[in-house]
């Protein structure tokens, strides 16, 4: 069993819809992390955080530590949300493990 | 500030070739990390350095594998010799301490 595991793997959505993608985890840890890679593009780090919620414009990430589970939220979905979102936690030190990603497609 | 700069964005090799992958961190950032990306294995983390000293590297494959950062401001990856297995992007980042990272473009290698 993986420590993170993410759900759903695959999710297509239609633009204007609310999306939310789940990460749960076996470990203790120090911070999760929520990544976001386009296609053949790079790595952005959406969110870290320990605890609570955070909102950025469309996006908003919580974490519940004593059920060990994050989601990602996105509001008003767009196109340009399409992407590979990754859940990644921190534990001892710097080291990150990370879910296998959730391929999220939002059609106009 | 520019971000993690990655060289080169692209590398095609034949098999048996050197391999020096390139990163330059996000000045003041004091921990960098060497992460490989494929569609079998998704993101697995090589290396890692705290202040320029590697901390943990029990993710480097082989001793084909190896990583230096000889100071602040620069780290390489290398590769010698390099087998097709080895093609993936690989993918630097850095960060302050525990913080929020940040992942240059990307180094896809490709090893015929």
């Not at chain 1, 990602?72 to 296998?100: M, Q």
Request: aromatic residues 8%; proline residues 5%; contains cysteine.
């Amino acid at each position: 069993k993986n420590e993170v595991e993410q759900s759903p793997q695959n999710l297509t959505a239609q633009e204007g819809e609310f999306i939310t993608i789940n990460c749960s985890y076996s470990v203790g840890i120090s911070a999760l992390h929520w990544l976001q890679q386009h296609p053949g593009g790079g790595i952005v780090s959406l969110f870290m955080l320990s605890s609570g919620k955070k909102k950025h414009g469309r996006l908003i990430a919580t974490i519940n530590i004593q059920e060990k589970h994050s989601s990602l939220h996105i509001t008003a979905s767009h196109p340009r949300d399409s992407a590979v979102y990754i859940c990644a936690v921190t534990r001892s030190g710097s080291r990150l493990t990370f879910g296998e990603g959730t391929q999220l497609t939002v059609n106009p | 500030d520019a971000g993690v700069i990655q060289s080169p964005r692209h590398e095609v090799t034949e098999m048996g070739q050197e391999v020096t992958l390139r990163c330059k961190p996000i000045s003041g950032h004091n921990s960098l990390f060497w992460y490989r990306q494929t569609m079998m294995r998704g993101l697995e983390l090589l290396i890692y350095f705290n202040n320029n000293v590697p901390i943990d590297d029990s993710g480097m494959p082989e001793d084909r594998f190896s990583a230096k950062m000889p100071n602040a401001s620069f780290s390489t990856l290398k590769i010698q010799p390099s087998e097709p297995r080895d093609s993936a992007v690989y993918f630097c980042a850095s960060s302050f301490w525990a913080g929020e990272l940040f992942f240059g473009e990307g180094s896809r290698l490709t090893v015929l």
